[in-house]
C-alpha cells in the first residue's frame, strides 16, 4: 500500500471515530435533557385558578422519595373529586380550563404536579415508574378531605398525565373513572414521534442511541412503560379515551391501540 493510500485510510478512519464520538456524545446529551428537569430550565405556572375566578387552596403532599409536590384544590359543590395530571414538562396550569369546566359542574378538583415538574422537587424524569407514586401521594391527600366521599374519585390525564391516569388506575381500583387525553399507548410505540418532536433529530441512527442512554439513566426499559397492559385490568370502570390524528408529539395509533387493548363494554364516537 502506498504512502498516499494510507494517509488517506488514516484520515477516513479519524473522520469516522471522531463522527461516532460525536454522535454518541449527542445523543447522551439530548437523552439527559429529556430526562432532566432542573428548575431553571422549566416550564412554570402562567395562570392560576384566580385568572378564572375560581377559589383555590395552594397544597403541597411529600412522596415516598421526601419529594415535595405542589397542587392546587378548588372546591366544588359536590362530594365528587377530579384529580387532573398535566403532560411531560408542562404545569398545572395547562389544565385551569378543564377544572373551571368541572367546577361549573359541581365538581371539586384536584390539580397535581409530578417530581421535575412544575415547582415540584425532584430532576429525574422516570416516565412512570416512580411518578405512579406520586400520584398515590395525591390520592391519599384526598382522604384526609372530610368533603371528599372516597368512592366518587375520577381522574383525567393530558398526554403523559393521561398515561400516568391509565397506569395508576391500573393499580388502585378506588379511581371509579378515568379520561386520558391523547395519552400514549406505549414508549416502544411513540418513541420516535415524540423524541423526533422534542429534539427536532431524524429517527435513524438518533432515536435509538437516545433511547439506550435514556434506559442507562434512568434505569427503565421502554418495553415497561405500556399502558396497554394497564388499560385491560381497568374494565369495567370507565375510561374515556381522546386522540388526535394529527398529534405531532404522541403517535396517532395511540388512541386505537389502547382502544384495542380496553376491556368490554366499549364503543367509539367519531
Known sequence: MSRLSKIILSAIAGILILGSVGLLL?????????????????????????????????????????????GWFIPGENDAVIIMQHGYKSTRSELLNEAEMMHRHGYNVLVTSIRAHDDSEGEL????????????????????????????????????????????????ENIKAIVANCAFSSMTDTVSTSVTHFTGLPEFPFVPLIVFWAEQSTGVKM??????????????????????GMDTVISPESGQRLYDAAGEPKGIMV
Not at 424524569?125 to 378531605?145: F, N, P, S
Not at 368512592?151 to 390525564?157: A, C, Q, R, V, Y
Not at 405500556?226 to 381522546?242: G, Y
Request: net charge negative.
Open 125 to 172: 424524569i422516570t416516565l412512570g415508574k416512580y411518578e405512579v407514586d406520586d400520584m398515590e401521594a395525591w390520592y391519599q391527600y384526598l382522604l384526609t378531605r372530610d368533603e371528599i366521599n372516597p368512592d366518587k374519585i375520577g381522574l383525567l390525564g393530558n398526554s403523559y398525565g393521561g398515561m400516568l391516569s391509565l397506569q395508576y388506575a391500573a393499580q388502585n
Open 26 to 70: 449527542k445523543t447522551r446529551s439530548e437523552a439527559y435533557n429529556l430526562l432532566h428537569a432542573p428548575m431553571s430550565t422549566r416550564s412554570l405556572i402562567t395562570d392560576t385558578p384566580d385568572d378564572f375566578k375560581l377559589e383555590f387552596e395552594d397544597v403541597i403532599v411529600t412522596n415516598p422519595d421526601g419529594m415535595k409536590l405542589v
Open 223 to 244: 418495553e415497561e412503560i405500556d399502558a396497554t397492559q394497564w388499560i385491560p385490568q381497568i374494565s369495567p370502570r370507565p375510561v374515556f379515551l381522546m386522540q388526535g
